[in-house]
């Protein structure tokens, strides 16, 4: 990716090539596959590039938050699912439930009957996925509880249309794929047997996480009838270890200028905890990949600095400007305002980030 050399940094820069080839690779994989794909706006939080899928078939948006629904209802996003076990009780949040289901075909995840009842109250008929532990061990029922919750909400009056999983165990190293996908295939078909059984109809199952969607889709795919990755759009580092995307693949960098060289193969740059994040995979050295001397390591960050070590000698002066790929490129899109847009090495425009916390 070129980036235009006059810019301010830190910036968050997107190159929207990139970003039309990486969404058509995966629309193209999911058709091929006959599974719909219902990305998740959380990685890009921007309404231009969930346009881009929805106008390459996606079904609708995955996101987390009920600000996140809100904001894709309002860009005329037609049906968005909420994958996160939301508390319907909490205030303003029965009307602004009320809102979202005039405005979007809303489902809702659903992992408790307590979370269930709250629902039901606010939202007498809402459509419902349940949440399974697939292997992750965060949210989610085990699938030989799917029936059970199932049947609890069906009682409450809520609309159960299937079951849903996050296989976040993906992220645990490249040698972690493979199985992730056989769990998550494994726990969605059994929890579609058992809320089928309940409903009598077959379940949708939705899975997700770009990891076992690269992995997945060039396969066998059942029990899935959905996907629903959000990191491909733009791939990071952690997804060229993981998906074995390459330097190539990737539509979004934090551009950021050498600011201060204090000694022989180091350097400081611009754009530390509050561009980059400090979240990084135990198995990732550093904090993110420096496109500029890839042998080097982003050794640590403080909020606005972040240190360089192992650079060749004068490899990089004060002043030069340097691109950095994040080890995860979700909570770097969430703590920016707006996306810088090239597009041959051209800044075309900016895309506001929205629906951020």
Same mark, same amino acid.
């Given at each position: 990716?070129?980036?235009?050399?006059? +810019?301010?940094?830190?910036?968050?820069?997107? &190159?929207?090539?990139?970003?039309?080839?990486?969404?058509?690779?995966?629309? &193209?994989?999911? =058709?091929?596959?006959?599974?719909?794909?219902?990305?998740? !706006?959380?990685?890009?939080?921007?309404?231009?590039?969930?346009?881009?899928?929805?106008?390459?078939?996606?079904?609708? %948006?995955?996101?987390?938050?009920?600000?996140?629904?809100? =904001?894709?209802?309002? #860009?005329?996003?037609?049906?968005?699912?909420?994958?996160?076990?939301?508390?319907?009780?909490?205030?303003?949040?029965?009307?602004? +439930?009320?809102?979202?289901?005039? #405005?979007? &075909?809303?489902?809702?995840?659903?992992?408790?009957?307590?979370?269930?009842?709250?629902? =039901?109250?606010?939202?007498?008929?809402?459509?419902?996925?349940?949440?399974?532990?697939?292997?992750?061990?965060?949210?989610?029922?085990?699938?030989?509880?799917?029936?059970?919750?199932?049947?609890?909400?069906?009682?409450?009056? %809520?609309?159960?249309?299937?079951?849903?999983?996050?296989?976040?165990?993906? @992220?645990?190293?490249?040698?972690?794929?493979?199985? !992730?996908?056989?769990?998550?295939?494994?726990?969605?078909?059994?929890?579609?047997?058992?809320?089928? $059984?309940?409903?009598?109809?077959?379940?949708?199952?939705?899975?997700?996480?770009?990891?076992?969607?690269?992995?997945?889709?060039?396969?066998?795919?059942?029990?899935?009838?959905?996907?629903?990755?959000?990191? @491909?759009?733009?791939?990071?580092?952690?997804?060229?270890? %993981?998906?074995?995307?390459? #330097? *190539?693949?990737? !539509?979004?960098? /934090?551009?950021?200028? /050498?600011?201060?060289?204090? $000694?022989?193969?180091?350097?400081?740059? *611009?754009?530390?905890?509050?561009?980059?994040?400090? *979240?990084?995979?135990?198995? %990732?050295?550093?904090?993110?990949?420096?496109?500029? =001397?890839?042998?080097?390591?982003?050794?640590?960050?403080?909020?606005?600095?972040?240190?360089?070590?192992?650079?060749?000698?004068?490899?990089?002066?004060?002043?030069?400007?340097?691109?950095?790929?994040?080890?995860?490129?979700?909570?770097?899109?969430?703590?920016?305002?707006?996306?810088? /847009?090239? $597009? &041959?090495?051209?800044?075309?425009?900016?895309?506001?980030?929205?629906?951020?916390?």
């Amino acid at each position: 990716m070129r980036v235009p050399e006059n +810019i301010e940094t830190p910036a968050v820069v997107v &190159d929207s090539m990139r970003i039309e080839r990486n969404i058509g690779r995966m629309a &193209d994989a999911a =058709a091929a596959a006959r599974v719909a794909l219902r990305p998740h !706006a959380k990685t890009h939080k921007c309404a231009e590039i969930a346009r881009m899928q929805l106008a390459r078939g996606a079904a609708g %948006l995955t996101v987390a938050t009920l600000a996140e629904a809100e =904001a894709f209802a309002a #860009a005329g996003c037609p049906s968005v699912f909420v994958a996160f076990p939301l508390w319907a009780r909490s205030s303003g949040r029965p009307e602004r +439930i009320k809102a979202l289901r005039s #405005a979007t &075909d809303l489902r809702i995840g659903v992992d408790s009957v307590p979370a269930a009842e709250a629902l =039901a109250a606010a939202a007498p008929g809402a459509q419902v996925l349940i949440e399974i532990d697939s292997g992750q061990h965060r949210t989610g029922v085990a699938a030989s509880r799917a029936g059970e919750l199932s049947a609890e909400c069906h009682r409450l009056g %809520l609309e159960v249309l299937g079951a849903f999983t996050h296989p976040g165990h993906s @992220y645990g190293g490249a040698d972690a794929v493979e199985g !992730a996908v056989a769990d998550e295939q494994a726990a969605l078909s059994a929890a579609g047997e058992a809320i089928a $059984r309940v409903t009598g109809r077959a379940a949708e199952l939705s899975g997700g996480s770009s990891p076992t969607a690269f992995a997945g889709l060039g396969g066998e795919t059942a029990p899935l009838t959905e996907v629903r990755p959000g990191t @491909y759009v733009f791939g990071d580092r952690q997804q060229m270890h %993981l998906s074995g995307l390459t #330097a *190539d693949d990737i !539509a979004l960098v /934090v551009a950021a200028r /050498v600011v201060s060289a204090p $000694r022989p193969g180091e350097a400081v740059l *611009d754009c530390g905890s509050k561009a980059l994040t400090s *979240d990084r995979a135990g198995w %990732l050295e550093g904090h993110g990949l420096f496109l500029e =001397a890839p042998e080097a390591t982003i050794a640590w960050l403080s909020e606005e600095h972040a240190v360089v070590r192992g650079l060749a000698e004068s490899s990089l002066s004060v002043g030069d400007l340097v691109r950095v790929v994040p080890n995860h490129v979700c909570p770097v899109v969430n703590l920016t305002g707006s996306l810088l /847009v090239v $597009r &041959d090495g051209a800044v075309t425009g900016r895309w506001p980030v929205i629906g951020r916390r």
